[in-house]
């Protein structure tokens, strides 16, 4: 299947900023949705922002105005902007990718990164 290469995670302060980035490796992967979701051990995953073909954005509440959703379709690769970081956005963050398809002939196609973890303390 198609490898998503996620890379961005790390350690940093209550207050920093972080940049999450996701792409794929290996075979041309199209893809028109995109997502981040972020699991802390013990709780469901959790659906932190989305973004579709049209640019379209949803965020979770409890990240609304400090993260950023984005795409550069010329490097074909998605990014998570965190900033305002608060120890509660502790987590693994998983990179999701999506292509929905558009015409009958085309096959619904998606892939999931390996997860990054990002540590917010002081």
């Known amino acids: 299947q198609v490898q998503l290469v996620e890379s961005g995670g790390g350690l940093v302060q209550p207050g920093g900023s972080l940049r999450l980035s996701c792409a794929p490796s290996g075979r041309s992967f199209s893809f028109n949705v995109m997502a981040w979701h972020r699991q802390v051990p013990g709780e469901e995953r959790e659906l932190v922002a989305r973004?579709?073909?049209?640019?379209?954005?949803e965020y979770a509440d409890s990240v609304q105005g400090r993260f950023t959703i984005s795409r550069d379709s010329a490097r074909n690769t998605v990014y998570l902007q965190m900033n305002n970081l608060k120890p509660e956005d502790t987590a693994v963050y998983y990179c999701h990718l999506a292509f929905e398809p558009i015409a009958v002939e085309q096959q619904y196609v998606e892939a999931w990164g390996q997860g990054t973890l990002v540590t917010v303390s002081s």
């Open positions: 973004m579709t073909s049209r640019r379209r954005t």
